[in-house]
C-alpha cells in the first residue's frame, strides 16, 4: 500500500484515493467512463465508503482521502450522506477532498 500512498493537496498529510462509483450517468463523446464500466452508474453506499476511510485510516495511517470521481457532486443527497456519514462516526474533522465535473456542481451545494 505504501506504493499507492498520497499526500493530501495542500496539507503535505498522508492521503488515499476513494472511488464511491462507477460508471457515468452522461455521455461526454471525450470521456472513457462508457468505456470502462459501460452505460451503468453506481455508487456505493455512504456506509460502505466511510468504512473504507475508516479502514485506511486506522490500517495504514491515513490522514486524509481525496474523492477521485468526476460525478462525486451530481446528486447533493448522496454528498450529504457521505457528509452525515463521517459525522456520525466522528471523522467529520478528517480532511478530504475530490476531483468532480464543474458541470456537476449545483448552487445549492453551497449554501442552505
Known amino acids: 500500500m505504501e506504493k499507492y500512498r498520497q499526500e493530501l493537496e495542500f ?7 476513494i472511488l464511491t462509483s462507477r460508471g457515468c450517468p452522461f455521455r461526454c463523446a471525450f470521456c472513457s467512463a462508457r468505456l470502462l464500466w459501460g452505460n451503468r452508474y453506481a455508487v456505493r453506499s455512504a456506509q460502505n465508503v466511510i468504512d473504507e476511510v475508516q479502514y485506511l485510516s486506522e490500517r495504514y495511517a491515513i490522514q486524509g482521502f481525496t474523492i477521485f470521481d468526476s460525478t462525486f457532486t451530481v446528486s447533493r443527497k448522496y454528498v450529504l450522506s457521505i457528509c452525515a456519514e463521517l459525522k456520525k462516526r466522528g471523522l467529520d474533522g478528517f480532511p ?5 465535473r464543474a458541470d456537476a456542481v449545483a448552487p445549492s451545494c453551497f449554501g442552505k
Open 11 to 17: 496539507i503535505n498529510r498522508p492521503a488515499h484515493v
Open 96 to 100: 478530504w477532498g475530490h476531483k468532480i
